[in-house]
Every structure is written in C-alpha cells, then in structure tokens.
C-alpha cells in the first residue's frame, strides 16, 4: 500500500462521524423539504452556533447538504435515506452509530481479552433493541427474498428463524412458499418489536413468536428447516457447536439447517468483510467471531448433519445449508 493510500485510509473514520454525528443530530430531519440558513436552525435546535455551522459545511464537503445564498439544503440521496419518516430512511444508521462508538474500545479489549459493557438505563437498552432490529430488517429487506430464492423451500411446511428478529426472513420464505408456518424464536426484550413487524407486515396467522435463549432453552416441536441467519457469529466454536446440535435435535427427517452469514477463507485473512465483521464481534459481544466453511462442516458433523451445499451470495454474506437424514 501507498503512503498517500495509507494516509487516506487511516482518516477514513473522519467522513463516517461527521455524517453519524448529524445522523445523531437530526439535521437531515431538519432540513427536509426547506433551505434554512444557519441562525434558523441553532434557533429551532438550541445547538452550538460554532459546532453546527463547522459541521454544517464538512457536510457539504460529503455532497450530503447543498449551500446557496448561505441558506443548506438535503442532497436528493440525503433526503430519500436520512429524513426520519421518509419510506426509505436509513433507521439502520442508529446501530451503526452504536457500532462505531463500541469500536473505540478495539484496543483494550485486544490488550486485556475483556468486554466491559457499559451500564446503561432500561430505556437506553430498549431503544438499542428497537435501533438494532430496524438495521437487520432494513439489511434484510434484499437478503431475505435472495436467500429465499436460492433455497429449494417445495417440501417445506414448517420453519424455526432463531433469532428471528422483526420475522422478515420468515416472511420471505412465506412469500415463497405459502404453505410454510413459521416460528421466529428470540429473546424476551426482543419479541414485542417482532410482533409489531409481523402484525404490520400481515403476518400474524402464518408466524408465531416464541422467548427464549437459545443456548439454554430448547425450541418447542420439530421442523423442516431451522435457519440461523446472522447468528453464529455472535458465538464461540463452542457454542456453535452445542447449538446446532441442538437443532439437530429438532429437525425433521430430511430436514435442513440453513447458515448464513460471514464465512472465512480457511486461512482467516480473508474477505476482507468477514475479517472485518470478526473485530465488529469483538467489540461488540464476549464470545463472537467469523468462521470458515470447514469449521462449520465439523459443527455440522458432531451434530451428525450431513453437509449439503455452499452459496456464495451477491449480498456479502454466504449460505452453508446441511441435511439431517
């Protein structure tokens, strides 16, 4: 790599916290539909004069504000994705914001092997939950009818989404095949924001919820197709290892576990997105990280599922799908 390469690289984070910053800020918000020149909005928001309009400006250096006459207005793309309200705002941005303030604590954790949560209010935890469910299923909203259609789902009319979240890829493998009946299992903070997605999705009588942990409760019946989308690396080998065979325990003859998620080349330097959603996992849970396609086999083979296939999406991610025969 080039020194000027390097350079930019190192000060790409500057980019990223200005526009999180008025993410955070609502500024897009406020700008929606109207110029406004800088004393209106320090008027309207009681911000810092200084702050605002230095921020105000680097955000025009982004191309995500406009400035004419010394009045800002939204860009076209600020105004579809960062106007809260607007049918295709970016909700996901509130996770990624609480991303890149966890990422700060990279060093300690690698110089200490210690995660240490910081304390915060029932309220803080409840928004978090709301924040984070709104980035998976806005992510989703492609993934889950692509990961659908790469599924061979004719033969199956029962499904359990672990760790579910607002239900979307049930309700895309519903889409698919409608005589499917779903099961979207999580967490007991996790469930009344599914609910809401499902009812206002109009998925009520086709996906039932259920709490639980999954690495200390067991699921309820046995199904066709068990799906782990977006959750094995939220844990260790280990626990990866006594979770799928724990699905295993509760799959169909002929059934199948569908995987999805960031895998690793066997040497672990690489894709660069999987690597890099390793350290995301490190900064953010006590036991994540990124797997290899071979490491899933062996969890596969100590549950005795037997490996299937390998699909390596147009979406960043990788589908592993093993049978239980």
């Known amino acids: 790599m080039k020194p000027e390469k390097l350079q930019k690289t190192i000060s790409a984070y500057q980019k990223s916290r200005i526009i999180l910053s008025a993410f955070e800020l609502d500024i897009f918000t406020i700008l929606s539909e109207n110029a406004k020149n800088l004393e209106t909005i320090v008027k309207e928001t009681g911000y810092d004069k200084r702050g605002t309009e230095i921020l105000l400006n680097a955000l025009c250096t982004t191309k995500l504000l406009k400035k004419k006459n010394n009045e800002y207005k939204n860009s076209k793309t600020a105004e579809k994705f960062l106007v809260k309200g607007k049918p295709s705002f970016w909700g996901n941005l509130y996770h990624t914001n609480s991303m890149y303030h966890k990422w700060s604590n990279i060093t300690e954790i690698v110089r200490t092997g210690e995660n240490k949560k910081e304390s915060i209010t029932n309220n803080e935890e409840e928004k978090y939950i709301e924040y984070f469910i709104a980035a998976m299923h806005t992510r989703a909203k492609i993934q889950a009818p692509q990961t659908a259609e790469l599924l061979d789902l004719s033969k199956i009319t029962t499904m359990l989404d672990i760790g579910g979240g607002s239900g979307i890829f049930s309700m895309a493998f519903i889409n698919k095949n409608p005589n499917i009946k779903a099961t979207v299992f999580d967490l007991p903070d996790v469930l009344p924001t599914s609910i809401k997605y499902i009812e206002n999705e109009g998925f009520s009588t086709k996906i039932e919820t259920i709490a639980g942990d999954y690495l200390k409760n067991n699921f309820p019946g046995n199904y066709d197709l068990i799906l782990l989308s977006a959750i094995i690396h939220i844990n260790s080998y280990e626990q990866n290892e006594e979770l799928i065979k724990k699905c295993a325990n509760h799959l169909n003859k002929n059934g199948i576990i569908v995987i999805s998620d960031f895998i690793l080349d066997e040497d672990k330097t690489g894709p660069e997105r999987a690597t890099f959603f390793a350290v995301n996992m490190l900064s953010g849970t006590k036991n994540g990280n990124t797997f290899t396609e071979n490491e899933v086999k062996n969890m596969f083979e100590n549950a005795n599922i037997i490996f ?18």
């Not at 299937?308 to 025969?325: A, H, M, S, V």
Request: proline residues 0%; positive net charge.
């Open 308 to 325: 299937d296939k390998r699909i390596d999406t147009n979406f960043k991610g990788t589908i592993i799908t093993g049978k239980k025969y």
